[in-house]
Nanobody
Framework: VQVVESGGDSVPPGGSLTLSCIVT????????MGWFRQAPGKERDWVAL?????????ANFVKGRFTIAKAKDRANFTLDLRMNSLQSDDTATYYC????????????????WGQGTQVTVSS
């Protein structure tokens, strides 16, 4: 299973950005997927999650500003994170994660992780 993120950039406050995640897997039919982020000196937080049924959940600090969308094409699963009204507090490395077990995902445990993509919000 490979997890690759892209789309990180530097944007001014109030700007928008879309992060993309591609999960390539030939051994699983579907995944729970999610975006997480970690700012320097802070713990990693979950940002937005989507389960296998397509239900999404957002952290309070991004509700109304971020949206996720999942798609599948053969062995590739994609999860895009659209971020609007970005603030300096959104500066972090954003990670995509995938988990084939809904039970583990509900416990907050994700097996497959990408390397991360940097988002910087600064004027």
């Amino acid at each position: 299973v490979q997890v690759v993120e892209s789309g990180g950039d530097s944007v001014p406050p109030g700007g928008s950005l879309t992060l993309s995640c591609i999960v390539t897997a030939y051994t699983y039919k579907d995944f729970c997927m999610g975006w997480f982020r970690q700012a320097p000196g802070k713990e990693r937080d979950w940002v937005a999650l989507m389960d296998i049924e397509g239900n999404s959940k957002y952290a309070n600090f991004v509700k109304g500003r971020f949206t996720i969308a999942k798609a599948k094409d053969r062995a590739n699963f994609t999860l895009d994170l659209r971020m609007n009204s970005l603030q300096s507090d959104d500066t972090a490395t954003y990670y995509c994660a995938a988990e084939p077990s809904p039970w583990l995902a509900r416990s907050g445990k994700y097996t497959y992780w990408g390397q991360g993509t940097q988002v910087t919000v600064s004027s």
